[in-house]
């Protein structure tokens, strides 16, 4: 077997990658801004690991199965290709790995071979690499690991990687002269959310114990391979603080006191956003987006203001289930003409220009309702206008009067937390939505229940203040506020409005 196994070309890693990679310590994380070549190195270690555990099984986890295929299809054979790995060819009979098909019979096989092989990379080796995700709970269970590796960690719920992926690692008679056998290694970028902070853990247990455990961080500022540019127009193309987290791997702070406790990524990240369909014949995964329909009714949710406009886009599935499509913002440029609230609208329109039913719901800010006194329109009617020119039907669904605090925190809390079943359950898509479930859970809370909203009046970036949860309120309040049984509980000044006088635009 050992004629079989190829020899590596020249390997051109950064420094980053090399210290990383160099490690001995069995438990390693890599915190990385984008194009740090954070995934590169991954799929490095992976290959270093098919080359020196031979017969052993690993697995690699990401948030969603679509993710994992996008990272070992996109990048794996230009990677492991400079190692002389390439694809295995059924007709030549050539190749040194296989992806979610059967080997060739004469190949070693892992220890503990899997029945089925569709979710599985295969080496000649005999190492297998498992895939598992989060969408997929049938592929996380009873597995026995030489190995552990997570894509974006960040994204995972802490107790989901102890109690499944964690325990699976080390319960192997295969003994290995190599560190990398029973490790546990995680990448990641700068968790968004609160629940991703867990991440940092390494960095203290490193501390503690630098013989066992590997905390690094790095930019893509220390990626010598980067095209020329491309980190100056990523910045100037890039908003100011989503280049800073995503590049240059700030990290964000927590907010204690939250207006929305019962907000959880894990829970609200709408991972069945997402169908996957195996072909047996050519062995290849077909992705489908299957929370969004083109033949449904669009949903917009308006919050304007005179320096940021932002909108989040909804639709609602069977069985009382709201999926927050998108999140989008705009904001002022000099060199443009036209005001924020259009400028918006032409941005959702160009998204969707698509769609099939042309009919779309308008929901938001009851200010939006009011004209101002440079305008002979209001906001709903110039967002609107923007549609109506494209052939669309607009329904304004906005009511005229906005909640109040305490009512307004309490319904939302009652959605998020699903205590019950007449209320709809709320999902959010897990990549055009990231800023807005950010937005919401840091935004602080008042005594008086209300937000504290005193970072719209400073010069951060806005598209985390506030104002991506004022939509998602306005939606859900203005849609199913009905529902909502007002009780003394909350007070006798409760004052919920009722949906009335809904316009056609």
């Known amino acids: 077997m050992k004629k079989s196994i ?12 090399k210290q990383f990679l160099a490690a001995r310590q069995q438990n390693k994380a890599l915190i990385a801004g984008r194009a740090s070549g954070k995934t590169n190195t991954l799929l490095r270690s992976i290959i270093e690991s098919a080359l020196q555990l031979h017969r052993a099984k690993s697995v690699f986890a990401a948030v969603s199965f679509a993710t994992c295929l996008e990272i070992l299809l996109e990048q794996s054979e230009m990677v492991w290709g400079e190692y002389g790995f390439r694809p295995y060819d059924q007709k030549t009979g050539r190749g040194n790995y296989i992806m979610f098909k059967k080997p060739p019979d004469h190949w070693p096989k892992p220890h503990f071979a899997p029945k089925k092989y569709d979710n599985l990379i295969s080496f000649i080796t005999g190492y297998a690499l498992q895939l598992q995700s989060y969408d ?20 995972f719920k802490e107790e989901w990687v102890n109690k499944i992926l964690v325990p699976s690692v ?27 902070q867990w991440v940092y853990r390494f960095e203290e247990l490193a501390k503690q114990h630098p013989d066992k455990y590997y905390f690094q961080e790095t930019t893509a500022f220390e990626n010598p391979f980067l095209p020329k540019d491309y980190l100056e127009n990523a910045q100037r193309t890039t908003p100011a603080l989503e280049f800073e987290v995503e590049y240059m791997n700030k990290r964000l702070t927590e907010v204690p006191n939250g207006y929305y406790p019962s907000l959880h990524t894990d829970k609200h990240m709408n991972l069945a956003a997402q169908r996957y369909d195996y072909d047996d014949a050519t062995g290849i995964w077909l992705v489908t987006e299957d929370d969004y329909r083109r033949d449904q009714i669009l949903a917009v ?18 069985a009382l289930q709201e999926n927050c499509l998108e999140g989008m913002f705009v904001k002022p440029d000099v060199k443009e003409k036209i005001n924020l609230v259009q400028k918006l609208a032409f941005k959702v329109l160009d998204a969707y220009k698509d769609h099939k039913r042309k009919e779309l719901h308008l929901y938001g800010d009851r200010n939006a309702k009011n004209k ?45 937390s699903e205590i019950k079943s007449t209320m709809p359950k709320v999902r959010f898509h897990p990549k055009k939505c990231r ?7 840091r935004t602080p809370i008042d005594s008086d229940f209300s937000k504290d909203k005193s970072a719209e009046s400073r010069s951060g970036p806005q598209e985390l203040a506030p104002h991506f949860g004022d939509t998602v309120d306005y939606y859900l309040t203005q849609k199913h506020g009905h529902r909502y049984k007002r009780s003394g509980s909350l007070g006798g000044g ?12």
Not at 6 to 17: E, F, G, H, L
Not at 140 to 153: L, M, Y
Not at 301 to 318: H, K, V
Request: some cysteine.
């Open 136 to 155: 997929r709970p049938n592929t996380n269970r009873g597995s026995n690991n030489c190995q552990a590796f997570i894509d974006e960690a960040a994204w």
């Open 6 to 17: 190829p020899k590596a070309r020249t390997i051109r890693v950064s420094r980053a990658q």
């Open 435 to 441: 800023v807005v479930m950010t937005s919401m859970q």
């Open 170 to 196: 080390g319960r192997t008679p295969l003994v290995f002269n190599s560190p990398l056998n029973n490790s546990f290694q995680y990448f990641s970028s700068n968790p968004w959310h609160q629940e991703g």
């Open 301 to 318: 949710s308006l919050d304007a203001n005179a320096g940021f406009c932002s909108c989040t886009l909804w639709q609602e599935s069977p």
């Open 372 to 416: 101002s006194a440079q305008t002979t329109t209001t906001q709903f009617e110039e967002f609107a206008s923007v549609f109506k020119a494209a052939g669309w039907k607009i329904i304004l669904k906005a009511t005229n009067v906005n909640w109040p605090h305490k009512d307004r925190h309490f319904f939302m809390d009652q959605i998020l």
């Open 494 to 505: 409760s004052v919920i409005p009722i949906l009335s006088g809904l316009d056609s635009m």
